[in-house]
């Protein structure tokens, strides 16, 4: 998909969220989502200013790998969870830095503004953020040997957002439209983790992600994650 396609979309999936009352941040993955609303004459920590920035390009790794691994092994999971899903989460986050006025691809000064602009023209596969540049570098070089690995990759990213998530929660504690779309997001991946652990089973990997087991400390198995 060219970069340009995929601000556009971006930016009306954007507006249907905003247009659509009722979410109030209690919908699940593919549902509406609406956060509370932003108070910003409460200024942002860093921290909080730092962890919308970080899950902001997270959510776009997510995004585009899934469709650019679809490119060479091709999956319903990796287009239903791209285009139903990962670009409502980009989306959901970027209300909030938009509304906060804050950048996001300048992690060493935030005096500076949002800039609607930069992206939009930001490449497919291209982070302002050095870990999670790595982190699609690897994963892409891994998807694209096997249908297996590319499943393996879908657990991977999945599991990384949950525990980036679940760290950022408690800084942004106190601040309800954050939580909200933190929230929002976690809610998303525990149903994409399954949604791969199901590809990787029809794959005849019976243990689905779990088979990944540990690596480099990250534990890849978790069968206490809800489901629908």
């Known amino acids: 998909m060219k970069i340009a396609s995929f601000f556009l979309i971006i930016t009306l999936a954007g507006l249907f969220i905003l ?3 009722g979410g109030n ?16 004459s409460i200024t942002l920590s860093e921290e909080q200013k730092y962890a919308l920035a970080y899950m902001w390009h997270e959510e776009k ?7 650019e691994l679809n490119k060479v092994q ?17 989306a959901a986050v970027e209300d909030i830095v938009k509304n906060y006025d804050i950048n ?18 930001m490449p497919t596969g291209k982070f302002a953020v050095d870990k999670i540049q790595d982190l699609y570098d690897v994963l892409y070089e891994k ?9 393996e990759v879908g657990c991977m990213v999945e599991v990384t957002d949950i525990i980036d998530l679940e760290e950022f929660l408690r800084q942004v504690e106190g601040k ?37 087991g540990i690596i480099d400390d ?9 489901k629908k």
């Open 19 to 21: 247009g659509c009352g």
């Open 25 to 40: 941040g209690k919908k699940g993955d593919g549902g509406n989502f609406e956060a509370s609303a932003s108070d910003t």
């Open 61 to 67: 790794l997510a995004y585009e790998i899934y469709l």
């Open 74 to 90: 091709a999956s319903k999971q990796f287009v239903n969870i791209a285009t139903k899903s990962e670009i409502k989460h980009i």
């Open 104 to 121: 996001i691809t300048n992690l060493h000064d935030y005096t500076i503004k949002y800039s609607e602009e930069e992206l939009r023209t």
């Open 143 to 151: 998807g694209i040997k096997s249908p297996k690995d590319a499943m």
């Open 176 to 212: 309800q439209d954050l939580v909200d779309t933190f929230d929002f997001l976690i809610r998303g991946s525990y149903n994409h983790y399954w949604a791969f652990d199901d590809g990787l089973k029809s794959l005849g990997v019976r243990e689905g992600c779990c088979s990944l």
């Open 218 to 226: 990250v534990n890849y198995c978790h069968p206490e994650y809800p």
